[in-house]
């Protein structure tokens, strides 16, 4: 019975110590990841709004994966109407904006074509948008961890420093997707062209051959009258 009640005792000590854990984890600031693709028509303008915080962080990355020439107008306004960045007939475009309060309006612009519609992939990654939650706020879920002897500072430092590097690495994958995206449209574009005026030359050749034929033939033959 002795062994039976100690092992029970380190049991619900174990227990208590995972659930804290547990969250502490859940109390951790969170950054928001979002992609979107999206047909942007000849001629058209697109704009999207994203609400921010103050004293947060705002990221967007874009890329033209499909459409001729591979370029677009973009430009990023803050809540007050005031024009931040803007980029003429780019493939691709990184910006930052540290943000207010309101929402942030940025626009993919494809007026200078009036043919070709572009395929449009663009990527949001805000930071720091929990700004109500005082981040001392988990050290009161925390208990028994005395006898531990463990410095949970350093548990968070450390799970922290992972979790940005994973959604990092997150961040990197999608990206080299839409790269991978961009250069495939391209490829099977040059595909197509090569395809087509090998064709093209190949039907040339034959008239150009049956032509000379016809011609070297004509050379040969005796168009004179026999009389008999």
């Known amino acids: 019975m002795g062994l039976v009640r100690v092992f029970a005792c380190v049991l619900s000590v174990f ?3 995972v659930a804290d854990r547990f969250v502490v984890l859940a109390a951790f600031s969170q950054s928001v990841d979002n992609d979107f693709t999206f047909t ?3 001629g058209r303008k697109e704009c999207f709004y994203q609400t921010m915080k103050k004293d947060a962080s705002l990221e967007i990355e874009y890329q033209v994966l499909d459409g001729a020439g591979l370029d677009v107008d973009f430009s990023i306004s803050s809540p007050s109407g005031q024009l931040l960045f803007s980029d003429y007939r780019k493939s691709d475009g990184v910006h930052t904006v540290e943000t207010e309060d309101g929402d ?3 626009c993919f612009d494809n007026t ?6 572009k395929l449009i992939f663009f990527e949001l990654i805000l930071d720091n948008m929990d700004t109500d939650e005082d981040p001392d706020d988990w050290k009161e879920y925390v208990h028994g961890t005395d006898m531990l002897d463990m410095k949970l500072e350093d548990i968070m430092d450390t799970i922290n420093s992972v979790k940005s590097r994973l959604g990092k690495s997150v961040q990197i994958q999608t990206v080299l997707r839409a790269f991978e995206a961009r250069d495939r449209n391209l ?3 040059n595909f197509d062209r090569v395809n087509f005026w090998s064709v093209f030359n190949l039907i040339l050749m034959m008239l150009v051959s049956a032509v000379q034929v ?3 033939r ?3 033959e005796d168009k004179r009258k ?3």
């Open 104 to 106: 942030y309006m940025f």
């Open 226 to 228: 026999i009389r008999t």
């Open 15 to 17: 227990v208590s110590l």
């Open 218 to 220: 004509s050379l040969f």
């Open 40 to 42: 942007l028509p000849a």
């Open 187 to 189: 490829q099977e574009s």
């Open 112 to 117: 200078f074509s009036a043919v070709s519609e």
């Open 214 to 216: 016809y011609l070297v």
